[in-house]
């Protein structure tokens, strides 16, 4: 029985799209090109294929495609003078490309231009914090929907992206604070904070979520990793802060990162791991003063 061979296919139906003699091969990303023109046919499917059994038949059979994009074109049509060879064009060819290109431009409309220079910077900016890629997801779905109510018309969407990433973290409880996001967006906080009162006033509602607050209890493990603390200097804080919050401490109203770096400090103090006041504020972004109360108020509830 002969094996059907997908790659071949009669040329007489592309004689008024592709060149006048054609030379169609398949490339590496498994697509029907014209080798002369550099017109793309589509795709090219292989079926009743023999199983490979070696490694070297696994490797030779092996395939890489890019990975598409869910928004906007697959293809983006420049205006370019020379072929896939990089041969010039004809006149009536670069007409034609250079008409494509204007419809092509059209076509496109501002969502998807939002999304073109959304997308790469909410990326990079979650590369640089490594949050995960759960995180990353509800972030993007909490800007989607910002970018369909047009909220970021007259406003930066800088400050929308970097509020975004920062409203995901909170429903994830991710320990991660908003002053080391904007200090890596290099955003200024006020802008921030303004997009993420938008975000949580119009955007939460219609997608059900909830904005949670931040917990002091992940953030003692988390400064405690910064400072270099031991695992049990960190468990006693950690422990120290719940004995204190259930003994009628109240976190209503105070900065969590206040209370989880007065636990640590509390904790080092009478071991060898000693910290300064001024080392665990500086990792902590919180004042002394802020520090020193959170500390007493602890105490008390102890």
């Known amino acids: 029985m002969a094996i059907p061979n997908y790659y071949e296919k009669e040329y007489d139906d592309f004689d008024n799209e ?17 080798s002369n023109c550099g017109l793309v046919l589509g795709r090219a499917y292989v079926s009743h294929e023999k199983r490979a059994y070696t490694a070297d038949e696994v490797r030779n ?52 231009r939002n999304f073109w220079e959304a997308r790469p910077k909410l990326n990079q900016l979650a590369r640089k914090l490594t949050i995960p890629e759960h995180i990353v997801e509800t972030a993007w779905k909490i800007y989607s929907e910002v970018a369909k109510q047009k909220l970021t018309m007259g406003r930066s969407i800088d400050s929308f992206v970097t509020a975004s990433v920062y409203a995901a973290i909170r429903i994830h409880n991710f320990p991660r604070l908003l002053e080391e996001i ?25 997608l059900k979520m909830k904005y949670k607050p931040i917990s002091p209890e992940p953030l003692v493990f988390r400064f405690g990793n910064d400072l270099k ?12 802060l719940r004995i204190a919050l259930s003994h009628g401490l109240r976190k209503m109203g105070k900065d969590p990162k206040g209370l989880a770096a007065a636990a640590l400090y509390i904790a080092a103090k009478p071991t060898s ?11 902590a972004h919180v004042t002394e003063v802020t520090l020193r109360t959170r500390a007493k108020q602890i105490k008390s509830n102890m």
């Not at 004809?90 to 409309?109: D, E, P, T, W, Y």
């Not at 791991?273 to 990792?283: L, N």
Request: hydrophobic content about 35%; proline content about 5%.
């Open 229 to 240: 603390l031991s695992v049990s200097v960190q468990k006693q804080a950690s422990n120290m």
């Open 273 to 283: 791991e000693r910290k300064t006041q001024t080392e665990i504020a500086d990792v």
């Open 61 to 112: 059979r092996r395939r890489t495609e890019p990975r598409w994009r869910n928004y906007g074109p697959r293809t983006i049509i420049g205006i370019n003078s020379p072929d896939a060879k990089g041969q010039a064009l004809h006149g009536k060819r670069q007409a034609m490309f250079n008409r494509l290109s204007k419809i092509q431009g059209s076509l496109v409309n501002s969502l998807e």
């Open 18 to 34: 592709c060149c006048n003699s054609p030379d169609i091969i398949v490339n590496s990303e498994g697509m029907r090109v014209c």
């Open 182 to 206: 904007v200090e890596v967006a290099m955003l200024p906080l006020r802008s921030v904070h303004r997009s993420l009162g938008l975000i949580v006033r119009m955007v939460f509602p219609v």
